[in-house]
């Protein structure tokens, strides 16, 4: 039996996807933790040199690093059972695995987050086959299934596009407008969801997290998307910029908020909404901050501790001017920019009516604290440019010397310097997992 704060509940098991991405592993780990009794399936793929199940054991150990802890093997490995798959092509039907799993449990749950996290438009479609043909495939495999209480989905707050002011959780109209694949796909997703959940009788939530970021405790998190993503450019840029380079502009509005929220936060909601079984499905859940950072937080809060100054441009596009480094910084941030100009508030009622939002209380996000998660994840960008080749820099700098970039530039050429470093730099994926632009499945 499960005891929680509402009602007591039989035992229920997860059948779950994208437990090797980022949020997916810290919601599993936790899961099992606060489950001692429960049993996990889980849906993954394989990478090259390391099986589903590895990739699986592996993102919960880094999960655990995340949180301070050391994760016990040999405790949990038992209750979890890995099958590859790939949702797109997926045929549980006939697995004998699966058929063997169905059998053993009492009742189950589904906890869907795999996705492809790429905001970029030529990725639309391996984006749409993932979040969207990937759902879709996987509900159908599901259809009928004995056992089957809910539908759970791991959304986005995004699926709200361009829209601003008070966004509600009830509310799932189509926005006039996507600010990318992403959320376009997120959307689209949500309805294939609910239309399962109709026409099936079984419970449905849909959770959309905001920005995550690391671990409210350590500050730790093995996630390189969203904010960190944004870190790193900077910083990427900053350790080559001479003396008298202008500012950077960032297009920008006036008003405009950041949505950042710990992992764990999330987690600990997700979870306090689960366990209320019954009780809480049939809803939208906004797993975000109740108290966003302000614009003015991130674009002059942040710089300072990595030695880049930005200034905000509210006038739209920043006029041309001759800076080599901010046109390559604009280009390499193209993703992410539009977030810097929407000035709403996402409405919780959902999470406050059933008494999730308990991890607000003590642990409001302010700019002195979001410095101390920006500081952590600066430390591990200079510890790694310390060991990797022998002190040298993720860029391909020396540090020890400082003088050339991995293409035979001399830092001394600081402005080529900066726009090499950052031309080696990946972008385009802003909320989600550790994986970045890859599926995580």
């Avoid at 399936?41 to 919960?60: N, S």
């Avoid at 791991?154 to 361009?162: H, K, L, N, Q």
């Avoid at 998190?221 to 900053?238: C, I, N």
Wanted: aromatic share 6%; glycine share 8%; hydrophobic share 40%.
């Amino acid at each position: 039996m499960l005891v929680t704060g509402k009602e007591t509940r039989e035992r229920v098991d997860l059948l779950c996807t994208g437990t090797v991405g980022f949020l997916g592993s810290h919601v599993l780990l936790e899961w099992l933790h606060s489950h001692p009794d429960g049993r996990v399936l889980c849906l993954a793929r394989g990478a090259p040199g390391a099986a589903p199940r590895e990739r699986v054991l592996a993102a919960l150990a880094t999960a655990a690093a995340d949180c301070g802890t050391v994760f016990d093997v040999g405790a949990f490995a038992r209750r979890v059972t890995v099958l590859p798959a790939d949702l797109r092509v997926l045929r549980l039907r006939d697995d004998p695995g699966w058929q063997a799993w169905v059998r053993a449990t009492d009742g189950f749950e589904l906890l869907h987050g795999a996705a492809n996290l790429s905001f970029r438009e030529e990725d639309r479609g391996e984006v749409w086959s993932s979040n969207v043909d990937g759902t879709r495939q996987l509900l159908a495999e599901l259809a009928d299934t004995s056992g089957l209480h809910a539908v759970n989905y791991i959304s986005t707050a995004y699926v709200s596009g361009t829209r601003e002011g008070l966004i509600t959780e009830e509310d799932t109209r189509c926005p006039e407008a996507f600010t990318n694949v992403y959320e376009e796909s997120k959307w689209y997703a949500e309805g294939l969801v609910r239309e399962h959940a109709a026409s099936h009788a079984v419970g449905v939530r849909i959770f959309r997290p905001s920005i995550i970021i690391g671990h409210s405790r350590t500050l730790r998190t093995s996630s390189r998307t969203g904010l960190y993503k944004v870190v790193e450019l900077l910083w990427r840029a900053a350790g080559h910029i001479p003396e008298g380079t202008p500012s950077v502009r960032l297009p920008a509005k006036r008003q405009a908020s950041i949505n950042l929220i710990p992992v764990d936060v999330v987690v600990d909601e997700m979870l306090a909404i689960l366990d209320q079984g019954a009780a809480t499905t049939g809803r939208v859940y906004h797993l975000t901050n109740e108290r966003p950072l302000s614009l003015a937080d991130l674009v002059y809060g942040v710089p300072p501790l990595i030695g880049l100054a930005l200034e905000a441009e509210f006038s739209g596009a920043p006029r041309p001017r001759d800076n080599l480094v901010e046109t390559v910084l604009l280009r390499k941030m193209r993703h992410y920019l539009p977030y810097l100009c929407y000035e709403r508030t996402y409405d919780r009622t959902n999470v406050r009516a059933c008494g999730a939002d308990h991890g607000h209380a003590g642990d409001w996000l302010d700019l002195v604290r979001m410095r101390e998660f920006v500081q952590a994840f600066l430390d591990e960008l200079e510890a790694e440019a310390r060991v990797v080749s022998g002190a040298r820099s993720p860029d391909g700098t020396r540090v020890s010397d400082g003088t050339r970039v991995s293409d035979g530039t001399r830092v001394s050429d600081g402005t080529r310097a900066a726009t090499a470093a950052l031309a080696t730099a990946p972008s385009g994926a802003l909320v989600g997992s550790s994986t970045g632009a890859e599926s995580v499945l």
